[in-house]
């Protein structure tokens, strides 16, 4: 059974940072696409960051310039890196890897900005 354990949420105030991790058991990880997304209370989840293998990742225009999505494929991992965060960054995050016609999903972890 697969599973992504996400990990790296939590307060933080305007301005600041936060890296998210998401670690998968699968195989083969670097021939799925990672993505995360967010869901902020009474919204849509909503696409945050999706990298394709080999390809230019692509970014939500809310967080271009600011958060960054990486990946290490030796050790199965997906990261964001959120930086200059916003009260409106507060949500719940997840992660996401796609392929061959599957897709699972990390179990979430809160970031609230907040002074």
């Known amino acids: 059974q697969v599973q992504l354990v996400e990990s790296g949420g939590g307060l933080v105030q305007p301005g600041g940072s936060l890296a998210l991790s998401c670690i998968a058991s699968?195989?083969?990880?670097?021939?799925?696409?990672v993505a995360w997304y967010r869901q902020a209370p009474g919204t849509q989840r909503e696409l945050v960051a999706r990298?394709?293998?080999?390809?230019?990742?692509t970014y939500a225009d809310a967080v271009k310039g600011r958060f960054t999505i990486s990946r290490d494929d030796a050790k199965k991992t997906g990261l964001l890196q959120m930086n200059n965060l916003q009260p409106e960054d507060t949500a719940v995050y997840y992660c996401?890897?796609?392929?061959?016609?599957?897709?699972?999903w990390g179990q979430g972890t809160q970031v609230t900005v907040s002074s």
């Open positions: 990298q394709i293998p080999r390809l230019t990742p």
């Open positions: 699968v195989s083969n990880f670097g021939f799925w696409t």
């Open positions: 996401q890897i796609g392929g061959l016609g599957s897709e699972y």
